[in-house]
Each structure stands twice: as C-alpha cells, then as structure tokens.
C-alpha cells in the first residue's frame, strides 16, 4: 500500500559496507571518519557509530548532531572554507579533536579565539594540492582556483611561524572512481611533506573522502572499493613513513543502503521529446540531478512485456526539476511506482523546503529492496 514517496534504507547493506571499510582501514593504519554531511538520519548514525568509525563535520550542527549522537569530542574533526566565529568558538569549547584551518586569516582567527577558550582541540591546515580529479566541477574541490584549502606555500610559511600545527587535511574532490588520481594524491602530498622544514614535526595526516560509487549498476557493485583506494593512498605514504593517515569516507558508506520511492503521478506525450513521466519525489527530495545532472537509475516496480524510453521529473516548479531522458522502462502509466536508487549519500541531507513541500518520511528496512518489489529497469546510455 503506497502512502506516499519515501526514502528507503538498507540497514543490512550499511552495515556490511561499514565492515569491509574498516576491515580495509585497519589492514593499513587508516582511521575513518565519517563525512556526516552525506547523510545524517540518526539510525544511520547510530549504525556507523557503532562500527567504530569517527566522524567529519563542517559545520557547528554537524558538530552538535555527532555529540548528540553520541561520538566523543575527540573522535570529531571540523573543515569549511566559510566558519563563522561563533562556528570555531563552538568546536574549541567542546573539545573537539582537530579543527582544519582553510586560509591565513581563519589560522589568525583560530590563534585570537584560543587566547580566551581553554581547549584541548589541535589546528590542522587543509592543503589545497592543485590536482585536478576526474568528476563533476561542482564536487571537485582541489585546484587552485578552489576556494578551499590554502597554498602548498601558505601552509610552509605557516608551519614555521607556528611548530604546534599538528599537520594536514585534504579533500580534492568526491565521486572519483579511477583510483589513479588517488595514487597522484599520495604523490603530490609526498612531494610537499619532503619540502617541509626539517624542525618541523606533525602527527596528523587527513587525505578526505572522495571515494566513488556505482550510479549506473548499484546492485553489480553495492559496495565500494575500499581497498583499491586505501591502497592507492598509501602508494607513495606508506606505513613506514606515516603510521596512520586518517580518511573521510561520505559517499561510498552510505550511498548504496539508500533509494527514494515515488509515484508516477501524470504521463505527458509531447511532441517534442521523448514521453514524459512526472513523479511525485524530484529535487525537492535529491538535488544532485538538477544541482549537477547527476544520473541515478530509476526502476519501475511492475513487470511488462513492453518498454518505452522516458523523461523522468520531478513536481517543482522549476524546469531544472528532471532526473534526466532515455530511461528504459516498462511502460509507464499514472499511478506506477518507480525506485531512484543510490540515494543514501546527499539524498536527504540535502533536502531542499522550496515549494513548502512536505518532507517525506525515511523507513529503516533490514532487507534489499528486491525483496520487496520486484524491480526492473534497464538503462540507454
Ligand atoms: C572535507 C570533506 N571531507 C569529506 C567529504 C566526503 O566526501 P565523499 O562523500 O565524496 O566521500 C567531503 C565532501 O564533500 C568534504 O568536503
């Protein structure tokens, strides 16, 4: 009985993706943070907190929705190219474990806020490495023209104004699939940790998230590769030169466990284009693809002998509202329930009020989905 759209989650799957991360983690002195922005619905925190992994944050609400979920301050790191004063004094009042500095000014900010907050928390620069990623322009973050991270330079004059920098952060981008541009990371953090001030030491070494998943076939390849990018990190920072390097995965531990159930609410024929199927969830409930035409398979629930090619939108009033054409699927009428899969990561997190549409509700199910809807799609490229 449908009572309208939904996210649905994959309680099982998370869980089976958490353990392969860590398995993979603890083979090679990597510490996981979780990137809480990718999805922060409680029960999905409370399975990842319970498979021991720490947390990254990028805001005071993402600081305060870890400590009520019950992580310790010390297990939080906080980034952000925009912290605000009220952000920071937030994150050294409660102790947290490392705050990563994205510019000169913020570090100066930082030094004035520690002179009147007593705080065990520890600076970290984040190093923007001007590397180029193979992914969307929107989610790529580490070239120089990014707003994040400040220079290889900045960062050597800064540690030898300041000996209690604990060390580094980086983040060059997410949905990155080819594990090359992992292995030129490592290489280009080598070159910069060999320039570094022979009296300067640090501890505390951040290589992000970024790790991609498998939009087109998520059921071929529900979980990620964790290995393959762990082991492309340390191609050139091996344990032997850096004991632990710490990661934030967001996307690969909660992409997969999610998917979004709507509803075919009206079939338009148009002449111009291939018919159109305009649902009930759209970017209301997953921004990705009118934010940067992300692709997302769509599957319909019902069985058919025949398939038509369809335009699939969402209800909002903005033309952008589509999740794209050529989507292969048994025929199509009002009323047909369709599946957006892999909609865990920056999926609900980044809901949007506009329209004041109601938020849909998320059900927490410990099975897969085609155990309850035989599902169907097939996709033109
Ligand atoms: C600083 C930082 N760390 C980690 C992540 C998580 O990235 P992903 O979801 O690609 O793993 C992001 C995402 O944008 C980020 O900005």
Same mark, same amino acid.
């Given at each position: 009985?449908?009572?309208?759209?939904?996210?649905?989650?994959?309680?099982?799957?998370?869980?089976?993706?958490?353990?392969?991360?860590?398995?993979?983690?603890?083979?090679?002195?990597?510490?996981? %943070?979780?990137?809480?922005?990718?999805? %922060?619905?409680?029960?999905?925190?409370?399975? /990842?907190?319970?498979?021991?992994?720490?947390?990254?944050?990028?805001?005071?609400?993402?600081?305060?929705?870890?400590?009520?979920?019950?992580?310790?301050?010390?297990?939080?790191?906080?980034?952000?190219?925009?912290?605000?004063?009220?952000?920071?004094?937030?994150?050294?009042?409660?102790?947290?474990?490392?705050?990563?500095?994205? $510019?000169?000014?913020?570090? %100066?900010?930082?030094?004035?806020?520690?002179?009147?907050?007593?705080?065990?928390?520890?600076?970290?620069?984040?190093?923007?490495?001007?590397?180029?990623?193979?992914?969307?322009? +929107?989610?790529?973050?580490?070239?120089?023209?990014?707003?994040?991270?400040?220079?290889?330079?900045?960062?050597?004059?800064?540690?030898?104004? #300041?000996?209690?920098?604990?060390?580094?952060?980086?983040?060059?981008?997410?949905?990155?699939?080819?594990?090359?541009?992992?292995?030129?990371?490592?290489?280009?953090?080598?070159?910069? =940790? #060999?320039?570094?001030? $022979?009296?300067?030491?640090?501890?505390?070494?951040?290589?992000?998230?970024?790790?991609?998943?498998?939009?087109?076939?998520?059921?071929?390849?529900? =979980?990620? +590769?964790?290995?393959?990018?762990?082991?492309?990190?340390? @191609?050139?920072?091996? @344990?032997?030169?850096?004991?632990? =390097?710490?990661?934030?995965?967001?996307?690969?531990?909660?992409?997969?466990?999610?998917?979004?159930?709507?509803?075919?609410?009206?079939?338009? %024929?148009?002449? @111009?284009?291939?018919?159109?199927?305009?649902?009930?969830?759209?970017? @209301?409930?997953?921004?990705?693809?009118?934010?940067?035409?992300?692709?997302?398979?769509? $599957?319909?629930?019902?069985?058919?002998?025949?398939?038509?090619?369809?335009?699939?939108?969402?209800?909002?009033?903005?033309?952008?509202?589509?999740?794209?054409?050529?989507?292969?699927?048994?025929?199509?009428?009002?009323?047909?329930?369709?599946?957006?899969?892999?909609?865990?990561?920056?999926?609900?997190?980044?809901?949007?009020?506009?329209?004041?549409?109601?938020?849909?509700?998320?059900?927490? /199910?410990?099975?897969?989905?085609?155990?309850?809807?035989?599902?169907?799609?097939?996709?033109?490229?």
């Amino acid at each position: 009985m449908y009572n309208g759209p939904y996210y649905r989650y994959d309680l099982q799957l998370l869980e089976r993706t958490i353990k392969v991360a860590q398995e993979a983690a603890q083979q090679s002195g990597t510490i996981l %943070h979780y990137a809480i922005k990718a999805n %922060h619905e409680e029960p999905i925190l409370r399975k /990842i907190k319970s498979g021991g992994m720490n947390v990254d944050c990028v805001s005071a609400g993402e600081i305060k929705a870890a400590l009520e979920n019950g992580w310790n301050a010390n297990q939080i790191v906080f980034a952000g190219s925009g912290k605000t004063i009220r952000e920071i004094s937030y994150a050294l009042e409660q102790n947290i474990f490392v705050i990563h500095c994205e $510019s000169v000014e913020e570090y %100066h900010l930082i030094q004035e806020l520690k002179q009147h907050i007593t705080t065990s928390t520890k600076v970290a620069l984040r190093l923007n490495p001007d590397l180029r990623v193979d992914t969307h322009e +929107n989610i790529s973050t580490g070239e120089k023209h990014h707003k994040f991270g400040v220079s290889p330079q900045e960062a050597l004059e800064l540690v030898q104004l #300041d000996g209690s920098i604990c060390g580094f952060h980086v983040h060059v981008g997410s949905q990155i699939l080819d594990m090359t541009y992992f292995v030129s990371l490592s290489k280009k953090i080598r070159d910069f =940790i #060999d320039a570094l001030p $022979s009296n300067y030491s640090f501890d505390y070494l951040n290589l992000g998230g970024g790790l991609g998943i498998d939009y087109e076939q998520p059921e071929r390849n529900p =979980i990620p +590769n964790f290995e393959g990018w762990i082991n492309a990190i340390r @191609t050139h920072l091996p @344990t032997s030169l850096i004991e632990v =390097i710490r990661l934030e995965p967001g996307r690969s531990i909660v992409g997969q466990c999610g998917t979004l159930i709507g509803e075919v609410q009206y079939m338009k %024929h148009l002449e @111009t284009s291939m018919p159109l199927a305009i649902l009930d969830i759209g970017m @209301t409930e997953l921004m990705r693809p009118a934010l940067y035409g992300a692709r997302h398979k769509i $599957s319909a629930h019902h069985e058919a002998f025949n398939f038509a090619s369809y335009r699939i939108s969402g209800p909002s009033c903005e033309s952008s509202d589509s999740f794209g054409s050529d989507y292969l699927l048994p025929i199509l009428k009002r009323g047909d329930l369709v599946t957006v899969h892999s909609t865990g990561a920056y999926g609900s997190s980044m809901r949007l009020n506009y329209n004041l549409k109601e938020t849909i509700p998320s059900r927490f /199910i410990n099975r897969p989905l085609e155990t309850c809807f035989k599902a169907r799609n097939r996709k033109v490229a």
